[in-house]
Nanobody, 131 residues
């Protein structure tokens, strides 16, 4: 039922920008729990997967960012299009990773950036920052 599809990745020079999109189907119908959340994760080769940013998918509008991307990345959603975006500016080589959109009805988004209970995942989109 729930299905996420990421797009927008690619090759960009340091300092450049990309916007990722996540088409999320099957999760916006009915009344979502207040603790429903959507997150953007990333995983670089040989490194642990990390939560980059999250946005509440229920009744509140809480947004949170990992410290390493604060001031550079912006998460947003368009409920009419069932789409979540991650605008990435000032990209650095260390931002190179596969980026995933994920969600869960038990996931909770606040400044603690908990990675627990994200159980619906997209296939990922590659972002490469290199000159």
């Amino acid at each position: 039922q729930a299905h996420f599809v990421e797009s927008g990745g690619g090759l960009v020079q340091p300092g450049g920008s990309l916007t990722l999109s996540c088409a999320a189907s099957g999760i916006w119908s009915g009344r979502n729990p207040d603790n429903f959340a959507i997150g953007w994760f990333r995983q670089a080769p040989g490194k642990e997967r990390e939560l980059v940013s999250c946005i509440a998918g229920g009744h509140d509008d809480t947004i949170a960012y990992r410290n390493s991307v604060k001031g550079r990345f912006t998460i947003s959603r368009d409920n009419a299009k069932n789409t979540i975006y991650l605008q990435m500016n000032g990209l650095r080589p260390e931002d190179t990773a596969v980026y995933y959109c994920a969600g869960g009805i038990l996931a909770f988004c606040d400044h603690h950036l908990s990675e627990d209970d994200y159980d619906v995942w997209g296939q990922g989109t590659q972002v490469t920052v290199s000159s």
